[in-house]
């Protein structure tokens, strides 16, 4: 589990595919240190295992499906990527609980630069309709957020300043892809309310 909150902006180096999987290295400084393989860490919210590292680089195997589903399919060397250590029973919960699980990629829209604002708009599909209400949280690419402005077809987020500094957020233009986990408790209770009305 995670809580979006976000560590380290860590830089792509390679992407390879091996016999039944990718591989992807990723350049970090801080992780490094407090992590040992077999760990979880999210990469751009995608829960993966730590496979190997050194003083300066992470290292993960990507089944196909992940691969597939997630944004890590459109990954070039040096791209920015956010990381998260997995939390600890005795962290401090500041984000919202995230699971690693993706479920979509989305496109952003449009933003909303102006007067030092930085709102994010991102297509909606009819799918994930129930998923999302008015200042519930989403994690884009990992980052716990909370939603604005939601349309039948669309919804934003306003990222501070703070967090568009210190994640690759602040980078998204329109056309953009980013990886999406609608909260965990609203999945529950929609399943719930599909079983209850079956």
Same mark, same amino acid.
């Given at each position: 589990? %995670? ?7 860590? #830089?792509?180096? $390679? ?16 992780? @490094?240190?407090?992590? =040992?393989?077999?760990? $979880? ?9 730590? #496979? ?13 499906? @992940? ?6 399919? %459109? ?19 500041? +984000?919202?609980?995230?699971? +690693? ?11 909303? =630069? ?39 077809? $669309? ?11 210190? @994640?690759?957020? +602040? ?10 986990? %609608? ?16």
């Amino acid at each position: 589990m %995670f809580s979006g909150i976000i560590e380290e902006v860590g #830089t792509v180096k $390679s992407i390879s595919k091996k016999q039944g999987c990718y591989s992807i290295a990723v350049g970090s400084s801080k992780i @490094t240190g407090s992590s =040992n393989k077999g760990d $979880s860490i999210a990469v751009d919210g995608v829960c993966l295992t730590l #496979t190997g590292k050194d003083k300066n680089c992470l290292e993960f195997d990507i089944m196909q499906e @992940t691969f597939n589903s997630t944004k890590l399919k %459109f990954s070039r060397i040096r791209d920015k990527v956010n990381l998260e250590s997995a939390l600890k029973m005795s962290s401090l919960l500041s +984000g919202h609980i995230i699971s +690693g699980h993706i479920d979509s990629v989305l496109k952003v829209l449009r933003i909303d =630069n102006s007067m030092n604002n930085f709102k994010v708009y991102l297509e909606l599909p009819k799918k994930f309709q129930n998923l999302i209400v008015s200042k519930g949280s989403v994690a884009l690419d990992g980052v716990s957020l909370t939603v604005q402005d939601i349309r039948r077809d $669309s919804f934003a987020v306003a990222i501070i300043p703070y967090t568009k500094q210190w @994640t690759n957020l +602040g980078s998204l233009r329109a056309g953009s892809k980013v990886n999406v986990e %609608f909260d965990i408790i609203a999945k529950y209770l929609d399943r719930m309310r599909s079983i209850a009305f079956s």
